[in-house]
Nanobody, 128 residues
């Protein structure tokens, strides 16, 4: 099992940046493909970005491509989401999630139903 704890959310003006972090505890982080999701009020939770177990492969939702960057440090058990050029439509609760253990090494998981572990979420609010 793995426990996930997000941090770094807050209030930022449109065009600004935030860096979210997901700290993992329990099993080695390298056992899990990781992802970030978000849920805006009144909307379903949606995929934002995913990264393979070793970090060599990443995928992004079209809405954040070119603005967001996901990275991981398995030794430090951290998964980060760097968010630049933020827009009001990025306002949501952001969740870190883990798929596994032992998902395929190069797999990037985008389907919400495939993830087994979730953090409690961190609020990101972008003011226009």
């Amino acid at each position: 099992q793995v426990q996930l704890d997000e941090s770094g959310g807050g209030l930022v003006q449109a065009g600004g940046s935030l860096r979210l972090s997901c700290a993992a505890s329990g099993r080695a982080l390298s056992n899990f493909a990781m992802g970030w999701f978000r849920q805006a009020p009144g909307k379903e939770r949606e995929f934002v970005a995913g990264i393979s177990r070793g970090g060599s492969r990443t995928l992004y939702a079209d809405s954040v491509k070119g603005r967001f960057s996901i990275s991981r440090d398995n030794a430090k058990k951290l998964v980060d989401l760097q968010m630049n050029s933020l827009k009001s439509e990025d306002t949501a609760v952001y969740y870190c999630a883990a798929d596994g253990p032992d998902s395929p090494w190069f797999a990037v998981v985008t389907a919400i139903g495939e993830y087994d572990y979730w953090g409690q979420g961190t609020q990101v609010t972008v003011s226009s």
